[in-house]
């Protein structure tokens, strides 16, 4: 896995899949707060005027010379829950980003959110 500061470093890269399809660029890093360590990126997807951003899981990314290269393929991806360009991700749809992937989630033993931004 990335280190949370190396991963910040490819903010505006390309991001592709693993077709090497372009996605969009990434926009943020979200961590995971059990562990903080890099969980997910939102990717910037659609046409001006009509942006927004989708979560995509960064587990088995790889780095490329210009890009970074998520394990998922374009549609899965541009289908993923999304947010505003100035949006945030509401605790409550957290869940919904995970099931998405048909990864587990569980909030923290507190209810506390699983994902925090960086």
Avoid at 41 to 70: D, H, N, W
Avoid at 74 to 91: F, H, M, N
Wanted: charged fraction near 30%; hydrophobic fraction near 30%.
């Amino acid at each position: 896995m990335f280190e949370a500061t190396s991963i910040r470093e490819w903010r505006g890269h390309d991001v592709r899949d693993p077709d090497g399809d372009k996605i969009g660029s990434l926009e943020a890093v979200y961590v995971d707060t059990a562990t903080d360590q890099p969980s997910f990126g939102t990717v910037q997807v659609g046409l001006p005027g009509r942006r927004r951003l989708v979560f995509v899981p960064l587990e088995g990314a790889k780095v490329g010379p210009s890009y970074l290269q998520v394990a998922f393929d374009k549609k899965r991806v541009k289908d993923a829950p999304s947010i505003g360009t100035d949006g945030e991700l509401p605790a409550t749809d957290e869940e919904g980003v995970f099931t998405h992937y048909g990864l587990t989630y569980s909030p923290g033993a507190g209810g506390e959110r699983r994902l925090a931004r960086r």
